[in-house]
């Protein structure tokens, strides 16, 4: 315990300085003011929902789905991240200031799906019941877990966010989906910042921190449910797969900014961590190579059907 209260300390005057960047780089912004309110009056959203009301890849239903989910899910880890970081000095005003831009993120959602009818709102609601009353938050030990795990599970989600806002043919639900990106990745920005600054100060207990987080990280949404379902089908289109982690969470955060392949004055045990966990990346990265070729292939031989049967109703 004295050895987190001394990071945490050294680490402080870092967490207030970010602060204030995250502070000065926020630009205000209201829900209500991306909401298209008009499209309210096409349908009253107390009928009975049909998918005929916004057709859509289901996949990026699925997408929308598990995006608001894990909006409205998100706030609650302040209790994680409060008894990790503390709630005094610049640790507890990063905490609450961030819990309250993630609110934010949820309102928008759920305002807009609710008046553009994408989503049951009735099964969305019973969604939201059950896995905010399980109470499914992250639980870490070390100020180095903790932060390497914020760090990647900020990420994850904005190029969720963002690639779910690009298969959308609605300009205003791609502006809701970029917005909510945009909030997403100034948190990661604080957080990958912070592990720089933390790496500096104990770099093995970050690198073991890095190894043990990769290894077992799943993204905010598990516990949603029928989250296995709707994660396949996310990654069919390519909204979130093994590729999109290995390459654009992964690699950017772990071996580029971090750079863990050339951090010294490493513990015998944080150089065994750093193999395990170049090992694991790779593992990783063939796996989504293996998806990419099996998605590739099952898309050619749904085109080939498509084209036979064509060919079979002109004959």
Do not use: C
Not at 225 to 248: K, L, M, P, Q, S
């Amino acid at each position: 315990m004295q050895k987190q209260t001394a990071i945490l300390n050294e680490l402080e005057p870092v967490a207030a300085r970010l602060l204030d960047t995250h502070l000065a780089s926020a630009k205000e912004w209201f829900p209500h003011d991306l909401v298209p309110w008009e499209r309210a009056a096409e349908a009253d959203p107390r009928d009975p929902w049909s998918e005929d009301a916004a057709p859509m890849d289901p996949a990026v239903r699925s997408s929308l789905f598990v995006n608001l989910l894990t909006e409205d899910n998100r706030p609650y880890y302040f209790r994680t991240i409060e008894e990790l970081f503390g709630r005094d000095s610049a640790w507890g005003t990063w905490v609450r200031r961030w819990t309250a831009e993630e609110g934010r993120h949820s309102i928008v959602l759920r305002d807009y799906l609710t008046v553009t009818r994408m989503l049951d709102p009735i099964a969305l609601e019973r969604a939201r019941m059950q896995q905010v009353e399980k109470g499914e938050v992250p639980e870490m030990d070390s100020v180095a877990d903790g932060i390497v795990y914020v760090t990647l599970q900020e990420l994850a989600p904005r190029i969720a966010h963002h690639n779910t806002g690009k298969l959308l043919t609605d300009k205003a639900g791609y502006e809701v989906m970029k917005r909510v990106a945009a909030d997403e990745n100034r948190h990661h920005l604080f957080y990958r910042d912070l592990g720089t600054a933390a790496i500096a100060v104990d770099p093995s207990a970050m690198v073991i921190a890095m190894e043990r987080q990769v290894r077992e990280f799943e993204m905010p949404g598990t516990g949603i449910v029928d989250f296995e379902t709707h994660a396949h089908a996310i990654a069919r289109v390519g909204i979130y797969d093994f590729t999109t982690h290995h390459d654009n969470v992964l690699v950017p955060v772990i071996m580029r900014h971090w750079d863990v392949e050339h951090i010294e004055g490493l513990s015998a045990e944080a150089e065994t961590a750093r193999d395990k966990l170049l090992t694991r990346m790779n593992r990783i990265s063939r796996a989504g190579a293996r998806f990419d070729r099996h998605r590739a292939e099952a898309a050619e031989a749904a085109t080939a059907t498509d084209g036979a049967e064509l060919v079979g109703s002109h004959a």
